[in-house]
């Protein structure tokens, strides 16, 4: 995965650092710092590479049975939204 994405309800894609500032803004308490993350975009950017790039090791942080929950909520939004598309 080169990058993670974050789609807001208006529909628009924000992708890697990004969208730690739309992000923060839906998080509850996250708006203080989504201001400086929307005033100076690259330091997101910055964060993000330095994040990314140590996903593997930061991933093993991860105790098992949350990254299982977050796995079937994953799958279960994916299957809601294939659930919902028109048919061709």
């Not at 080169?2 to 969208?19: C, F, K, N």
């Not at 839906?26 to 005033?39: D, K, M, N």
């Not at 090791?57 to 977050?70: D, E, N």
């Amino acid at each position: 995965m080169a990058s993670w994405h974050l789609v807001d309800e208006a529909g628009r894609i924000y992708s890697g650092g990004a969208a730690f500032a739309p992000l923060l803004r839906l998080i509850p308490g996250g708006a203080p710092l989504a201001v400086p993350l929307a005033a100076f975009p690259s330091v997101g950017e910055v964060a993000y590479r330095i994040v990314a790039g140590r996903r593997t090791w930061l991933g093993r942080l991860v105790p098992t049975a949350s990254a299982a929950r977050a796995r079937q909520r994953i799958e279960a939004a994916a299957n809601r939204r294939v659930s919902c598309e028109p048919d061709a």
